[in-house]
């Protein structure tokens, strides 16, 4: 891979205490871009392209830039909302990092291009660019821990730049990013702060490499879906940018189906419903069944049909429910999940996540992983109620954050002296304002964001991809979301269902990472106009 630098004319803003007592005093800048070229094997083919690693700025939503001017290598001229006393600027700005992927060889103003990010909330976009459609990823062939170090990186035959122009952005905070100014982490950590922030991110960097006649498309996982939807609204009723797709990985709209915490809200038992199709693909996997089916998507089709009626009518029947009826229930997902009878009546029928991953291999000692419900790890505390840690976390994390750091210095030439931050633990501010409606104080659904993003732009494409060992968006939670949207049902046709035989990070396993690759380069073909 060669080396040249394009260096960007930038304003660096020092940032005084004055401004604010939490913000810090690091300049936040734009700073240097780092331009290098290399290629990659897709399939028979080899793709040439250009790799562009730098920092965008984007300032809180309340900022109006077009009052802001800072003259070219000066910064003399000061807009209103800089105070001149000591140059300070009391406005949060990030910076945000990003690696963007562009084919050589092509007209790349029409090209279709993908803006791509992991969720978190506060995590940077590393896990993709190094585990799914970037020039390069690591390898990760089973169910295990990876060991230590040195970890390798291989030619990504699954890499989408065969089809599209990739850009891996990290969210505020996190990667080479940094955030500053008054009241910085309020400005920015939040379902709304997030969304305008990514969606003024984007708009940005179609001005700046003047992509806006580009097919465009957003893909996003696990947090990362929730964004999509804030932001795909953002830009379309906002920004006037029509996209062509929005590609969901591993999805949650609607925080109150989250199966972590259940018991926090009582009386909302969805999420124990659509947890349990995830429930029965894992223990199918790890053979803990009475009586386990051949087939995977069969033996799962059944489940989701029990959840969707005699399970939710029972749970939804709470102390009436009759005890003969209960103890049936309990036998029946005995059947499904391998957990005792005794235990799920303990439960009241109810399981969570980190029950579930504690005591389904509780017999050999062993924790469920809860990304990906294939691995398992040595349990932390046999008498702990509720999983200690996620077994395939631990298992790639290092792999994941080491190899991107080196390959950052020696590849892409980016970070020298800096730290990368893989993510990061923020405050997050779960209000959301609606489309049309109030802000809400309850856990955030932003599905009315990507139903009123279809309705204004009935011609939008969306798409699900799902794994059947994802305990944390288990894959059923996204299906019915999607079938609950508040959209014509003739627009229902324009969402298509993926799954695939992995967890949450399903690009981990490479034979699902084919068939992810295959799926979505299949999607951008036919909606890229």
């Known amino acids: 891979m060669s080396r040249n630098y394009l260096v960007a004319s930038v304003a660096s803003f020092l940032l005084s205490n004055a401004a604010s007592a939490a913000a810090p005093t690091l300049p936040i800048s734009s700073g240097q871009d780092s331009i290098t070229t290399g290629h990659v094997t897709i ?127 990290d969210a505020p905070g996190t990667g080479f990013g940094r955030i500053a100014g008054q009241d910085h982490e309020k400005a920015f950590y939040g379902v709304d702060e997030d969304g305008h922030a990514f969606t003024r991110f984007i708009a940005q960097f179609l001005a700046k490499y003047n992509r806006y006649n580009s097919p465009k498309y957003l893909l996003g996982e696990s947090y990362g879906t929730m964004r999509s939807a804030v932001v795909i609204n953002d830009l379309q009723d906002d920004e006037n940018i029509d996209f062509n797709g929005v590609i969901l990985l591993s999805q949650i709209l609607n925080y109150e189906n989250n199966i972590d915490a259940p018991r926090a809200n009582p009386g909302i038992d969805e999420p124990y419903e659509l947890a349990l199709p995830s429930y029965a693909a894992t223990a199918w996997y790890h053979n803990v069944l009475p009586h386990k089916p051949t087939d995977l998507p069969k033996f799962l089709a059944e489940v989701e049909q029990f959840a969707i009626t005699d399970y939710t009518v029972a749970l939804h029947q709470g102390a009436d429910l009759p005890q003969a009826q209960r103890q049936a229930i309990a036998e029946k997902l005995h059947g499904y999940t391998g957990l005792s009878v005794d235990y799920l009546l303990q439960g009241d029928l109810r399981i969570t996540g980190g029950q579930f991953s504690k005591h ?145 990070m399903v690009y981990v396993d490479p034979a699902s990472l084919q068939e992810l690759h295959d799926n979505m380069a299949n999607f951008i073909n036919r909606t890229h106009n």
């Open 360 to 504: 389904l291999q509780q017999a050999t000692g062993m924790t469920t992983g809860r990304l990906d419900s294939r691995f398992s790890g040595p349990s932390l505390n046999l008498m702990s109620e509720e999983a200690g840690y996620d077994p395939q976390s631990t298992a790639i994390s290092s792999a994941y954050i080491s190899a991107f750091n080196d390959y950052a210095r020696t590849v892409l030439h980016y970070g020298d002296s800096q730290r990368y931050l893989g993510g990061i633990d923020p405050t997050w501010n779960y209000r959301h304002k609606q489309p049309g409606m109030g802000t809400s104080d309850l856990g955030a659904n932003v599905m009315p964001d990507l139903a009123n993003a279809m309705k204004t732009n009935p011609q939008l494409h969306v798409m699900l991809n799902a794994g059947y060992y994802d305990l944390a968006t288990p894959f059923y939670e996204g299906i019915y979301e999607m079938k609950h949207l508040p959209i014509p049902s003739n627009l229902q046709k324009n969402i298509e269902y993926k799954q695939y035989f992995s967890g949450h």
């Open 43 to 169: 399939g028979h083919a080899t793709v040439p392209y250009r790799a562009i690693a730098g920092n965008l700025l984007v300032h809180e939503h309340k900022y109006d830039d077009s009052q802001h001017v800072i003259e070219e290598n000066t910064g003399e001229k000061l807009g209103k909302n800089q105070s001149k006393e000591n140059d300070d600027i009391h406005d949060a700005v990030a910076s945000m990092f990003y690696v963007a992927y562009v084919k050589e060889g092509v007209k790349s103003a029409n090209r279709p291009i993908t803006f791509v990010y992991n969720g978190g909330p506060g995590s940077a976009s590393v896990w993709l660019h190094m585990g799914s459609f970037g020039p390069v990823r690591l390898d990760t062939p089973g169910d295990f821990h990876l060991p230590a170090a040195p970890y390798k990186l291989i030619n990504n035959n699954q890499s989408l730049l065969d089809v599209t122009d990739l850009v891996f952005v």
